[in-house]
């Protein structure tokens, strides 16, 4: 065969397999904000898909926290301009609340 | 027994806070600071009598959070004040707010159980009722400092919701 043809099949195929390996990569992550502010979680309720992360700013002057009420996780105290982030890594509904505030409430929904 | 501690409770405080709105210009933005932070601290040392005397566990669960949302608001007063390079400065409704509370402090001492805990509860409510009344209509309206506004906005934001918890706490002790 000649080493033209040879060349010319090699690159094909590197190429054809970095488009191949492109074109299936994984779907891109969004980043999404939660701030907390003026003792509410702002959006209220925020729909993610899986993967996603979700960061809480506590924008506040008292400290607050983002707990789901399933204990599933929990961001910890979070001082004035502290925040936190969570990775969606399961599919649900999820309700949480400021544990310190618990008329604080806000629900993540993750689908994918 | 109640009605009269509350009535007290507010005549106290209403006399404290109207006197700094009694004064010729109003009370400048480092006495303001002063006040502000002096009620914030106050509150927090009758949140620590609380913690000592009461075994209710909606009163313990308030005066812990009152430890922790005053510290809190406090420590930012503090950390602006220092960015500022400004001092707050003592005044009479600062001290009249100490001397008060000190007396408020023996009464609730002297009380144990539920009558502490309603004693205690009635006092919050009225104590942040003036407190939000004061800051609300006559302190942010008359800060100058466009941070210190802020942060007294935000501090608003706060107590009041101490205030509602504070209304059910003592409907719940009732």
Known sequence: MPIKNIIIGTLLCIFGGTATALSMSAPVSMAYTVEITGFKFVPETLTIKLGDTVRWVNVDAAPHTATAEDKSWDSGRLNRQQSWVLTADKRGQFKYICRFHPIMKGTIIVEG | ?174
Do not use: C, W
């Not at chain 2, 809190?72 to 009479?92: H, I, M, R």
């Not at chain 2, 159980?113 to 205690?120: H, I, K, M, Q």
């Open chain 2, 1 to 174: 027994m109640l009605k009269k501690f509350l009535v007290t409770t507010t005549a106290i405080f209403g006399l404290a806070l109207t006197g700094a709105v009694a004064a010729d210009d109003g009370p400048s933005d480092m006495q303001i600071a002063h006040i502000a932070y002096t009620a914030g601290n106050l509150d927090i040392r009758y949140a620590h009598l609380a913690l000592a005397k009461s075994t209710n566990p909606a009163v313990l669960e308030f005066a812990q959070l009152m430890v922790q949302d005053h510290a809190a608001v406090n420590d930012q007063a503090l950390a602006l004040l220092k960015k500022l390079g400004a001092s707050p400065e003592d005044n009479p409704t600062s001290q009249k707010l100490t001397a008060d509370a000190r007396q408020k402090l023996n009464e609730l001492a002297d009380l144990h159980g539920v009558n502490f805990d309603r004693a205690y509860a009635a006092n919050e409510l009225a104590y942040h009722k003036f407190v939000n009344k004061t800051v609300e209509k006559t302190f942010i309206p008359n800060t100058d400092n466009a941070e210190f506004k802020s942060l007294l906005g935000q501090a608003l934001t706060v107590f009041k919701v101490h205030e509602n918890h504070a209304a059910m706490m003592v409907r719940t002790l009732r």
